[in-house]
Nanobody, 124 residues
Framework: QVQLVESGGQLVQTGGSLELSCSMS????????MGWFRQAPGQNREFVAA????????NYGDSVKGRFTISRDNAKNTVYLQMIDLKPEDTAVYYC?????????????????WGQGTQVTVSS
């Protein structure tokens, strides 16, 4: 059974940087498009970033474009989200997700497996 575990969420000041990671077990990591989504309390799940199987194709949500970078290390079965210039509106639980496909998707409905989430809080 595929499992995803996120880590790296913490409290950070506005303008700061943070890197999240997500590791897969129980599956063949390079069979999956990987994505990051986030959800604040009472709000809908929001697309953050996605990356294709070999890391050559990435997509970003408009709110994070230019500030966040998604990457993956298939040898480590891990996907990363590097975040810079963090803003209070980035505060959310960040979820890693896996999608058994060739092309990244911006829709959470496309993803087959999800991690438990990691809390990112950006103080103002």
């Amino acid at each position: 059974q595929v499992q995803l575990v996120e880590s790296g969420g913490q409290l950070v000041q506005t303008g700061g940087s943070l890197e999240l990671s997500c590791s897969m077990s129980g599956g063949v990591f390079n069979w999956y498009v990987m994505g990051w989504f986030r959800q604040a309390p009472g709000q809908n799940r929001e697309f953050v970033a996605a990356i294709n199987r070999n890391g050559g194709d990435t997509n970003y949500g408009d709110s994070v474009k230019g500030r966040f970078t998604i990457s993956r290390d298939n040898a480590k079965n891990t996907v990363y989200l590097q975040m810079i210039d963090l803003k209070p509106e980035d505060t959310a639980v960040y979820y890693c997700a896996a999608h058994q496909a060739l092309v990244p998707s911006t829709s959470y409905l496309s993803y087959d497996f999800w991690g438990q989430g990691t809390q990112v809080t950006v103080s103002s």
